[in-house]
Structure formats: structure tokens, C-alpha cells
């Protein structure tokens, strides 16, 4: 009896999960669960916070273009496997610091690394997966992520920094780690037969970028992306410390945000699968990040178990996000061989809110001394993310399908 070979497309898909869990989830993702810790060593505004959480998004819409980019360049194996281990190193870096500047420029660091390792996750699963799988695909990936940031924001500050002996040591921890998983991908991955990737074709940056970008719908998601995940970092980032000075014991504020996480792994799962079934990609985005909106202003108002309720809520319905990793490689007049392009250039002027939102919020509630309000603003921005996906063309399966269909019979 013979074993059967296991597709080399799900090894792929296994890869990419176990870097975004621990590279791109719990080295990333630990800061906000540490916060109490830090700033006890590093004394910092909650502006200053949130431009310390956030920044790494401001390197994201600098670099994620040229990451992308590189990988239609450079090849995905390469690529990623140099970015985590950098990620490592920087994380590791973040061990050293004593003052706001040094952390922040760290982080920076982190966020360049990620520029080139997280677009790229995505268009390494667009050169293995089918479209009609590439819901799913984006959604288990980013469930990946989840598991990791979840578990970084429940356990790091309540129980493994305690264990390590401190936030620096933990810090230490992850990079190590990251370093590892860096490693390993790059004696185990490999192009995908698909893969636009040929050392001895001449890769045009100026070719690659004029396709892309003449797209409008790609401003527009862009815009969404901006919105969309600058709401969501910021209300992670702000939410553990806030429920604590409500009075809520800190094991407990750091699970809300953690629930979020955790729930979204459902959700990730759920609706791209749906949206694959259904083959449609628009009607499972926008309705939700309306209701998300809504249930983030509530969240600033509440505490306790009501607030755990709505983290969970908040996770299942965010679940969408695999399908805007997956709408750049579907939108018409993208080829394969701008995947990392169109990837990059989602991410990184997409990446601009995910800085903006958190500073801006925590200059909120600097200004008022009331967290709540940083929270209405945050829903608001959440609501106009989902506003600027109605105007996009749908790009599901059952769209190109009919169209294929149209043009037969013309």
C-alpha cells in the first residue's frame, strides 16, 4: 500500500501559517499586552504609545510596494525567508532600548522586514492555490496570525513575561524564534510551478507599477485598507489598557483584545468559505465592517463581560479581511506576474491608517482624558472604510464565470 504525497500546495499553506503565527502574530502583537511593563522603563504619552504601536505601519506604506515588488523580482523563497529572520533581529533590538526614540525606530525596523514578508505570504498562496480555494487559503493563513496575536496579547504580559523574568527577555524569546522560522523557510520552500519567477526574465519596476496602478478599484480598496485596518490596530492596541483603568483586573482586559483574535479565527475560516461557495466577494465585506463599526463605538462605552462579548463579536465579523488579501490578484488586468506588485501597493499606502489611527486616537484621549471618544472616532473610521467597497466591481468567481459566459456569446 502505497502513502499518498501530500499536495505541495498545503506544505505551503502550513509554511506561511507558521510564520505569520509566530513572526508576523506573536513577535508583532506581544507590545499591548506589555505596555504596563514598558512604560514603567520608558515612560510614554499614550500619543507616544500609539506612534510606537503604529509606526510600523508608516514602513509598510514606504516599503510593502518594494517588498512585493521584490518577490516578482527576487522569488517568494528568498524574500520571506530574509525578511523573518530580520524580523527576529529587530524584535530582538526591541530587548535593548531605553528611550520612546529607540523603541520607536525599532519598530520601524520590524515594520520595514514585515513590508517584505506579509504581501508575500499572500501572493506565494495566489501562485499555489486555485481562485476558488483562494478564499479559504487567505482565510487559514490569516487565522494564523490570529492564534499567534491572540496568544501573545492573553499570555505575554499575565504569564510568560513573569516566567521569562521581564518584558526584555521575553522580547528576546520571539526573536529567536522568528530567526528560526526564517531559516527553515528557506531550506524548505520553493517557487510555485506558476510562479512568474524567472531568474533570467529581466523584472520591470516601472512596467509592473503603471499595470497596477492605472486600476481604480485598486484606490479603492487601498482607501478601504486605510480605514479598515487603522480602526482595528488602534482599538487592539488602546483596548487592554483602557478596560484596566475602568477597573477590570488585567488578566482580563488583555483577554478582550485576545478575543478578537481568537473569534476571528471563526470568522476567517467562515466567510471566505462562504465567499468562495457563493462566489462573490463585495456583499461579505461591507455589511459587516458597517456592523463592526457600530460595535466598536459600543465597546468604548462598556467594560466587564459586555465588553468581552462584543471583542468576540467584533472577531467573527472582521473575518472578511482574508477576502481583501485576496481581491488585489483578482481584480481584471492583474496577471500573476504582478501579484506581488498589486499585494505591496494594497498594503503599503493602505498601511497609512493603521499609523494615523492609533496616534491620532491616542491624542484623543490625551486631549479629553476619555477613552470612549477615541473609540467613536474609531467607528466612524471603520464605517468609512466599508463605504468605499461599495463603488468597487465585483470580483468573485461567479462574476468572471458569467463574463466568460457573455463573451462566448458574443
Known amino acids: 500500500m502505497t502513502v499518498k504525497k501530500l499536495p505541495f500546495r498545503w506544505v505551503v499553506l502550513l509554511l506561511t501559517v507558521l510564520v505569520n503565527l509566530f513572526v508576523g502574530g506573536m513577535n508583532q502583537s506581544c507590545m499591548p499586552s506589555l505596555y504596563g511593563e514598558i512604560i514603567k522603563d520608558i515612560p510614554m504619552t499614550h500619543a507616544q504609545w500609539g506612534t510606537v504601536w503604529g509606526i510600523g505601519s508608516v514602513a509598510a506604506m514606504a516599503f510593502s510596494l518594494i517588498g512585493g515588488m521584490s518577490a516578482d523580482w527576487l522569488g517568494i523563497r528568498f524574500v520571506i525567508g530574509i525578511a523573518t529572520i530580520f524580523m527576529g533581529i529587530f524584535g530582538i533590538g526591541r530587548a535593548l532600548t531605553s528611550n520612546f526614540l529607540q523603541l520607536a525606530v525599532l519598530m520601524f525596523c520590524m515594520g520595514i522586514s514585515n513590508s517584505f514578508m506579509m504581501p508575500n505570504l499572500a501572493k506565494s498562496l495566489g501562485h499555489w492555490f486555485p481562485s476558488s480555494e483562494?478564499?479559504?487559503?487567505?482565510?487559514i493563513l490569516i487565522a494564523?496570525?490570529?492564534?499567534?496575536s491572540g496568544s501573545a496579547l492573553m499570555l505575554s504580559g499575565v504569564y510568560l513575561s513573569p516566567l521569562m523574568g521581564g518584558w526584555r527577555r521575553l522580547l528576546w524569546l520571539y526573536g529567536l524564534i522568528s530567526i528560526i522560522i526564517g531559516i527553515f523557510w528557506l531550506c524548505i520552500m520553493r517557487e510555485g510551478q506558476s510562479s512568474s519567477h524567472n531568474p533570467k526574465e529581466e523584472f520591470s519596476f516601472r512596467k509592473a507599477l503603471s499595470v497596477v496602478i492605472r486600476i481604480k478599484d485598486m484606490w479603492l480598496l487601498m482607501a478601504s485598507r486605510f480605514c479598515i485596518f487603522g480602526a482595528l490596530l488602534a482599538v487592539i492596541g488602546f483596548l487592554p489598557e483602557l478596560l484596566v483603568s475602568k477597573g477590570m483586573r488585567p488578566n482580563l482586559a488583555h483577554l478582550?483584545?485576545?478575543?478578537?483574535y481568537y473569534a476571528n479565527i471563526i470568522g476567517v475560516i467562515a466567510i471566505p468559505i462562504l465567499s468562495d461557495r457563493f462566489g462573490l466577494r463585495k456583499i461579505f465585506i461591507w455589511p459587516f465592517s458597517l456592523l463592526?463599526?457600530?460595535l466598536i463605538v459600543v465597546l468604548g462605552l462598556v467594560d466587564g463581560i459586555a465588553s468581552l462579548a462584543l471583542c468576540a463579536l467584533i472577531g467573527l465579523l472582521v473575518g472578511f479581511i482574508p477576502l481583501l488579501m485576496a481581491l488585489p490578484m483578482e481584480m481584471e488586468g492583474i496577471s500573476q506576474s504582478y501579484f506581488g506588485t498589486s499585494i505591496g501597493l494594497a498594503t503599503g499606502l493602505g498601511a497609512l491608517g493603521s499609523f494615523m489611527a492609533p496616534a491620532i486616537g491616542g491624542k484623543i484621549i490625551d486631549a479629553t482624558g476619555k477613552g470612549?471618544?477615541?473609540?467613536?472616532?474609531?467607528g466612524l473610521l471603520m464605517a468609512i472604510g466599508a463605504l468605499f467597497i461599495l463603488p468597487m466591481k465585483e470580483t468573485g468567481s461567479k462574476i468572471k464565470a458569467l463574463s466568460v459566459i457573455k463573451d462566448s456569446m458574443e
Open 292 to 294: 463592526s463599526a457600530f
Open 134 to 139: 483562494l478564499g479559504l487559503a487567505n482565510g
Open 256 to 260: 478582550s483584545s485576545s478575543l478578537i
Open 144 to 148: 494564523g496570525v490570529c492564534v499567534g
Open 372 to 378: 470612549w471618544c477615541a473609540f467613536v472616532f474609531w
